[in-house]
T-cell receptor, first 110, second 113 residues
Framework: SQQGEEDPQALSIQEGENATMNCSYKTSINNLQWYRQNSGRGLVHLILIRSNEREKHSGRLRVTLDTSKKSSSLLITASRAADTASYFCATESGSEKLVFGKGTKLTVNP | SAVISQKPSRDICQRGTSLTIQCQVDSQVTMMFWYRQQPGQSLTLIATANQGSEATYESGFVIDKFPISRPNLTFSTLTVSNMSPEDSSIYLC??????????FGEGSWLTVV
């Protein structure tokens, strides 16, 4: 069963705006990861945040993790049309298996 | 060069036939994972492929439908048996390497007609 639940399911913004996607999960985790999937392509790993971390940055990406609320957010700043893709969170709870959320479909309009 | 090579990348299959997907890794790994992504959906784990033992299947997936081989530490196959249109999906292989970095193959896009 899906553990991660992203919201919103779909997000449409203008180029230059920030995009925030949220993910909630149900059980204890070792880490939470965010992936991007462009239409018709495979998964691209974006960022991993461990359960003892609260925030992580990578370029225009900022991920936060609140283990007390069992939630995470992915912020993409100064979005570009090339950021148009589906974004998935996935949790890992010690077995190296990933449980994926349903994903957020992001559209960045030029 | 790619960490994982999956074959075929795409295929159109006839109903009732079976197709075997191959996953080749560029170095030895302990566990390999097979995921399915149905159209417009997220990824769901099918099974964990361990070398030297039977694969471990997740709820809703059975060996008769998705037999898996793991003959060595760099290779695995997933067969989708007796396919129906509901099996039209992307099938992805995944591995965990040193430092807990997870890699995915590009996926095998199957359409069953």
């Amino acid at each position: 069963s899906q553990q991660g639940e992203e919201d919103p399911q779909a997000l449409s913004i203008q180029e230059g705006e920030n995009a925030t996607m949220n993910c909630s999960y149900k059980t204890s985790i070792n880490n939470l990861q965010w992936y991007r999937q462009n239409s018709g392509r495979g998964l691209v790993h974006l960022i991993l945040i461990r359960s003892n971390e609260r925030e992580k940055h990578s370029g225009r990406l900022r991920v936060t993790l609140d283990t007390s609320k069992k939630s995470s957010s992915l912020l993409i700043t100064a979005s570009r049309a090339a950021d148009t893709a589906s974004y998935f969170c996935a949790t890992e709870s010690g077995s190296e298996k990933l449980v994926f959320g349903k994903g957020t479909k992001l559209t960045v309009n030029p | 060069s790619a960490v994982i090579s999956q074959k075929p990348s795409r295929d159109i299959c006839q109903r009732g036939t079976s197709l075997t997907i191959q996953c080749q890794v560029d170095s030895q790994v302990t566990m390999m994972f097979w995921y399915r992504q149905q159209p417009g959906q997220s990824l769901t784990l099918i099974a964990t492929a361990n070398q030297g033992s039977e694969a471990t299947y997740e709820s809703g997936f059975v060996i008769d439908k998705f037999p898996i081989s793991r003959p060595n530490l760099t290779f695995s196959t997933l067969t989708v048996s007796n396919m129906s249109p509901e099996d039209s999906s992307i099938y992805l292989c995944s591995v965990v390497k040193t430092g807990n970095t997870i890699y995915f193959g590009e996926g095998s896009w199957l359409t069953v007609v």
